[in-house]
């Protein structure tokens, strides 16, 4: 089974010859196309997974074929091959939708690794599309079950239980999803529950208290579906509008989770990026004004994100070197009866 479908548009030799010989070779399916006007007509009929376009930076902006695809609402994934590029023709090609780009004197090897994340990222995107669509349609089915549920019919009740366990199950595929989409932060959510139940279990909290942890830890990025790839796969440092934009992940995650009969859950959700001192975001919270849970979620959402390399960081600490920003910070970011259980955990895990 072939790896994906590509159509590759282009005059340049060098380009046809490495997408038609080693993208083939590494089993995909590849359709190589010099002319302009027949690639328009080809694309518009058939589905393809990437599109590879040539074209010059100065025509970036004017494209005829670049402006068909876009009007076309392709779900294809569009790479382009430029001679040049500036920071600025950057932020054109996103604006276009252009999912990334290469240098005319590319590495063959470069072509490739672009073209398997295009591809991995359309899945993924497929991936929340479909659960989205369920989580829509569960959303309706509870909202029809939530007047009869307060009629006392026993069936409906049981039916609405049903429901929201179906429509949690697939909010934390779509979570994972998310986590994916964002490859640098694979495996983020897994390893802040891991670090927030051994802190939680330090500070002596119960089990549903834990359990309601777990849950938002698995679901504290679910409002990035909300952010755009281009801004959570951007290389380097975020502007301060694309920080606007991530700081609203978790007020759109509550939303999301406000069909389910959990409040405390969605409360963590939403105040995970709380400060201890009242600088954090979205409501500016501080101290005991912050869930206790949601303080622990923020630590350990915080100390996964300094040991993780992240494209909008130049840097990510050691574990020892994370430990030590975070003792800097008990006080201000955060609870210092939190970070005393973290310290406590983490040792302890250490030894494990």
Known sequence: MAEGSILVVSKDSSLCYHAGKDLAQQNFNVLVENNEALAASIFKTNSFDVIILSISAQDLGRSRLL???KNSKLD??????TDTYSVRDINDMHKLGIFGFLASSFEPRNLFLLVRQAILVKKIKNTIKIHEEKIASLEKQISLLNKKVEEGSKSSVSLYRELQES????????AQAIDTRDGYTHSHSQNVTKYAAAIAEEMGLTINE???????????DIGKIGIKDAILTKEGSLSQEEWVQMKEHPLKGAQILEKLDLKNVVELVKQHHEHYDGNGYPEGRKKDEILQGARIVSLADAYDAMCSARAYKDKYFSKNEAIEEIKRNSGKQFDPRVVEAFLKAISRMKEG
């Open 67 to 69: 402006l068909d695809m």
């Open 76 to 81: 294809s994934m569009l790479i382009v091959v």
């Open 167 to 174: 429509y949690m199950n697939s909010v934390k595929a779509l």
């Open 210 to 220: 834990i359990k309601d942890i777990r849950d938002a830890c698995e679901l504290h």
